[in-house]
Antibody
Framework: EVQLVESGGGLVQPGGSLRLSCAAS????????MHWVRQAPGKGLVWVSR????????SNADSVKGRFTISRDNAKNTLHLQMNSLRAEDTAVYYC?????????????WGQGTLVTVSS | DIQMTQSPSSLSASVGDRVTITCRAS??????LNWYQQKPGKAPKLLIY???SLQSGVPSRFSGSGSGTDFTLTISSLQPEDFATYYC????????FGHGTKVEIK
């Protein structure tokens, strides 16, 4: 069974840092591109970041460029999101998502999400 | 950046109704359009990919159509478990979601 389990969320002060993790199981993690998607309370889904299968290429949304870094450890089947210089507007549930490898680039598996709250 | 505009933002419908949600891209995205369903407190679930392909395990009352800039998600006969928020997403260039359509009980 495919599973994605996020962890690392919590309460952090503005300007602080947090590192999210997503533990993957049930599939060949190293074959898939992975993404982070966030959802502010009561709001819609927003794409945040993606990483290719071997970690050599990444891309971020403009709203997090220079502050968030996506990475992966294929030996440990784990995806990370390092979040620095956090702002109140970064408060959201953060989901990791697997992107299908068929070439149509859809998110076929999602984690349950981890809540990040940025507040003093 | 490609912008995705969904309409309506919300709708009220009854069980058994036919429901249609539209999504428009700010430029052509070919068929790189996906639809997700999200229920409160839960992760999104893939319904339709590549504009019209039904994800495995998704009921056949869900269907998608369109290409280029205009797309449609149709629920042929709304069931109680279908009351949720629906999002379109383009995967042609980077990834962008629409703002969502909340389907509520009439």
């Amino acid at each position: 069974e495919v599973q994605l389990v996020e962890s690392g969320g919590g309460l952090v002060q503005p300007g602080g840092s947090l590192r999210l993790s997503c533990a993957a199981s049930g599939f060949t993690f190293s074959s898939y591109w992975m993404h982070w998607v966030r959802q502010a309370p009561g709001k819609g889904l927003v794409w945040v970041s993606r990483i290719n299968s071997d970690g050599s290429s990444t891309s971020n949304a403009d709203s997090v460029k220079g502050r968030f870094t996506i990475s992966r450890d294929n030996a440990k089947n784990t995806l990370h999101l390092q979040m620095n210089s956090l702002r109140a507007e970064d408060t959201a549930v953060y989901y990791c998502a697997r992107e299908d490898i068929s070439g149509w680039y859809y998110f076929d598996q999602w984690g349950q999400g981890t809540l990040v709250t940025v507040s003093s | 950046d490609i912008q995705m505009t969904q309409s309506p933002s919300s709708l009220s419908a009854s069980v058994g109704d036919r429901v249609t949600i539209t999504c428009r891209a700010s430029q052509s995205i070919s068929s790189y359009l996906n639809w997700y369903q999200q229920k409160p407190g839960k992760a999104p679930k893939l319904l339709i990919y590549a504009a019209s392909s039904l994800q495995s395990g998704v009921p056949s009352r869900f269907s998608g159509s369109g290409s280029g800039t205009d797309f449609t998600l149709t629920i042929s006969s709304l069931q109680p478990e279908d009351f949720a928020t629906y999002y379109c997403q383009q995967s042609y260039s980077s990834r962008t979601f629409g703002h969502g359509t909340k389907v509520e009980i009439k």
